[in-house]
């Protein structure tokens, strides 16, 4: 590698100069205070795990996305976390043995060994909010509003939409198809594409009823706003129950967030198949106009509780903390710096004592340093005391 290139970082990562850093670390010092708030409690998983831990029960878009390594003490391969979601689930199972609800979060540094897409970046600082123990609706309206507040918090209240959908709808539909393995995954991959031209192709070779074919055509179609569930409901009306089930389910916890967030914009894709192989009921992202990407996502996930070893209700979500900070509307105030002399004094060591703890930022002169023209205040002694005064 040449001289020039050691300094470059590698593709995709990023670092934060002082302003972005500053501005980053407000917004999770607010954030985690909020969650505290919420009754929420702050755990902080290791960042790499034995690989198997890691991995449970997240399936293999995961493992493709975690960097693993081998442990020079016992020569087992290690992950460094991908999703730091799974951690907490563990923690919740194995360590701290809580009967009822219990509400988690975080906030840590993650590495993807590629980018989910062209605007993410691939060391994200994740910060989310998990709750165990309870299956109802109450507690996903609890988690999505914790979200839709953790937006507002970071200034992004302006165009935000939510999306929502339910894996329960798709596994419902599966079951009346009564697919095999591979069928359904090409199903499943152009669903996630949104490839319909293919999709149609298939359909016209599937050996099918064709009322069940039409079901399965409709699908990915099935997006919009709330016309799009009496859309669902007539076209299901005899089908799989489960499938109307999550329907009225859906239905139910939309008006619920309504009635909270009147302003937000509500969104249905019952095609949606966003971890499938980890979600278990409704899922959810925010969208706002100010990215191209959701700028938050999660949902429920029963199922990680049993790959634990514990089977416990889950639902939770979780954001970037990066990406909400340089979406953000306000810039955090930084205070004013005022120089001091770089004496070993008492007096003076008291007065700039002080000064910190009013909110000033004191920077001591060293001897032949320059300081920047931004510097307008200094601290003089003036007749036995010190006093800040303008440069």
């Known amino acids: 590698m040449a001289l020039a290139d050691r300094w470059l970082l590698p593709d995709g990562v990023k670092e ?6 500053r501005q980053v670390e407000a917004l999770r010092r607010s954030l985690l205070d909020m969650y505290d708030a919420w009754g929420y409690e702050l755990v902080m998983p290791p960042l790499m ?23 020079q003490l016992t020569g087992q391969t290690l992950g460094i976390r991908a999703d730091i979601t799974p951690q907490v689930a563990r923690i919740d199972a194995h ?101 319909l031209p293919e999709l149609d192709l298939f359909l016209a070779e599937l050996e099918a009823e064709q009322d069940l074919k039409d079901k399965l055509a409709a699908l990915p179609r099935l997006n919009g706003g709330f016309e799009v569930l009496e859309r669902a409901r007539a076209l299901f009306s ?28 509500l969104y249905f894709d019952l095609g949606e198949l966003r971890g499938y192989h980890y979600h278990t009921g409704v899922v959810f992202s925010a969208l706002t106009p100010a990215f191209g990407q959701a700028v938050a996502k999660g949902g429920r996930y ?24 340089s ?7 930084v205070g004013d710096i005022v120089v001091a002399p770089s004496r070993d004094e008492a007096d003076l060591l008291s007065a700039i004592k002080l000064l910190r703890e009013q909110g000033y930022r004191v920077v001591q002169q060293l001897p032949g340093d320059k300081l920047a023209s931004s510097v307008q205040k200094e601290l003089v002694q003036k007749a036995g005391s010190w006093v800040v005064q303008t440069r």
Do not use: W
Request: aromatic residues 6%.
């Open 238 to 265: 005899h089908a799989n129950p489960a499938i109307l089930e999550a329907v009225d389910y859906l239905d139910a916890l939309s008006q619920k967030i309504l009635k909270r967030f009147p302003s937000i914009d």
């Open 95 to 195: 360590r701290m043995h809580v009967d009822g609800a219990n509400r988690l979060c975080y906030c840590g540094s993650v590495l993807h060994t590629h980018q989910a897409n062209m605007l993410a970046s691939r060391n994200p600082l994740q910060i989310g909010a998990e709750l165990y123990g309870h299956a109802g609706i109450e507690s996903d309206l609890e988690v999505i509003s914790l979200m839709i507040e953790t937006l507002y918090a970071s200034g992004l209240k302006d165009g935000l939409s939510l999306d929502l959908e339910h894996i329960g709808i798709f596994r419902g539909l599966i079951v009346d198809a009564g697919l095999d393995a591979s069928v359904t995954d090409r199903y499943m991959e152009l669903l996630q594409r949104k490839a």
């Open 327 to 333: 979406l953000s509307a306000g810039s955090h105030r």
């Open 16 to 21: 934060m100069l002082p302003s972005d850093a």
């Open 49 to 71: 795990e034995h690989l198997e831990s890691l991995l449970t029960g997240v399936g293999k878009d995961l493992d493709l996305n975690t960097f693993k390594l081998v442990d």
């Open 302 to 325: 029963d199922a990680i509780g049993r790959d634990f070893g514990r089977a416990r209700p889950a639902t939770g979500f979780s954001a970037d903390l990066k990406t909400l900070a």
